[in-house]
């Protein structure tokens, strides 16, 4: 193998691996945009009562449903620890979803809905109603086209 050769694949190497390190790191809410809507609820535990609402009323069959049909996510943050339905996030991609959104891991529970455009719809912190949510959704200009 050449210098000139060796120094261009190591370069490249090194490239691939920053980016892999700054992905891990990065906003997961950036790689949905335009394609799902997220509905993030951020709690300081497991056992939270708005948490548990939530995750209560999607284990049902019929918002379940509503929810998949409406292309929704769900990211959880628990006492720091994110997920996305199901899966694990990095540390970083957790503390930079939490930025973006403008939520604190220890602060009381909160509920964010993220549009297809990335804005932040709907906020609550105490009584959640998925199906007003839904509501909320059917009313938006890309639901009604389709998008």
């Given at each position: 193998m050449t210098k000139t050769?060796?120094?261009a694949t190591f370069a490249l190497t090194g490239l691939a691996a920053l980016g892999s390190a700054l992905a891990a790191d990065a906003n997961p809410l950036e790689a949905e945009r335009w394609k799902t809507r997220p509905l993030v609820v951020v709690a300081p535990r497991s056992d939270d009562p708005?948490?548990?609402?939530v995750e209560e009323t999607l284990?049902?069959?019929?918002?379940?449903?509503a929810f998949i049909e409406r292309e929704m996510v769900f990211y959880r943050v628990v006492a720091g620890t994110g997920s996305r339905d199901g899966r694990a996030l990095t540390a970083g991609q957790t503390r930079a979803?939490?930025?973006?959104?403008?939520?604190?891991?220890?602060?009381?529970?909160?509920?964010v809905l993220v549009g297809k455009d990335g804005?932040?719809?709907v906020r609550q912190a105490a009584e959640v109603d998925l199906d007003e949510i839904f509501r909320t959704i059917d009313r938006m200009p890309?639901?009604?086209?389709?998008?």
């Open positions: 050769l060796r120094t708005l948490l548990r609402r284990s049902r069959t019929a918002p379940r449903e979803l939490l930025a973006a959104l403008g939520l604190r891991a220890d602060a009381p529970a909160q509920l804005g932040a719809k890309m639901r009604q086209t389709g998008r």
